[in-house]
């Protein structure tokens, strides 16, 4: 991990990457190595609930690991998933093309995308702030980790530094985890590409925004 600005919480841990690479050559399972990432994110970047699982509806609960979060609730609401990949794609696409994006970034405070997340994530979860964690392998997300606050100051940016810096270790370590489980897993490309050539540039596009779950909204946008 590179050194960071005095105020960030990685001087204080400067071989968390370290630490975490070596979760993955040591944890039993692939849920008791996603658990035990969150406790230790959890010492460098303060958060008050979390997950990390392939986010996808089709993949087992059971893989994963949550940290202050209500397991019913949460249960109950895995066949919504697709639907609010959908809703929140802002924050997918930004962490698609930057690894780490947070709720600020991807929709603004009084904004209309500001009101769909409020009201998907924020009051089910209480979630006043949110990042989220792409670990990408092979052009592929292959999961994800959400990290929540409830209260503020929202994720800052040293914070997001560190995290983009770790996802890289991260995803390495936990496909090899799933690997050993032989555990179910998605993934998602990170960009779609439309080739067909009997379409015009401008409708490979729309195509691709499409594929992506984009809704008509955001593809005018």
């Known amino acids: 991990v590179l050194p960071m600005a005095a105020s960030s919480p990685a001087i204080a841990s400067p071989d968390v990457g370290a630490e975490l690479a070596l979760l993955g050559t040591t944890s039993p399972s692939l ?3 996603r658990a035990s990432v969150l406790e230790r994110l959890r010492s460098v970047v303060p958060f008050d609930a979390a997950i990390f699982h392939a986010l996808s509806p089709r993949v087992p609960l059971g893989t994963g690991a949550t940290l202050g979060l209500d397991l019913e609730a949460l249960a109950a609401s895995v066949p919504g998933w697709d639907e609010v990949a959908v809703t ?3 924050l997918r696409d930004l962490a698609n093309a930057d690894l780490v994006a947070t709720d600020r970034a991807a929709f603004p405070l009084g904004s209309t995308h500001r009101a769909h997340f409020d009201r998907i994530v924020g009051k089910p979860f209480r979630a006043r702030a949110l990042v989220a964690v792409h670990l990408v392998v092979r052009g592929s997300v292959r999961a994800a980790v959400l990290l929540m606050r409830r209260r503020d100051p929202p994720f800052s940016d040293g914070e ?8 890289p270790t991260l995803a390495l ?3 090899a985890q799933s690997a050993l489980d032989d555990a179910p897993t998605a993934s998602t ?9 009997r379409l015009t540039p401008r409708q490979r596009e729309i195509v691709e925004h499409v594929a992506f779950g984009h809704t008509n909204e955001a593809i005018a946008k």
């Open 88 to 90: 929140l794609g802002r």
């Open 31 to 33: 849920p008791a190595f």
């Open 189 to 197: 490309p990170v960009r779609l590409i439309c080739t067909d050539q």
């Open 173 to 175: 370590a936990d496909a």
């Open 160 to 167: 997001v530094a560190l995290l983009k810096r770790l996802a």
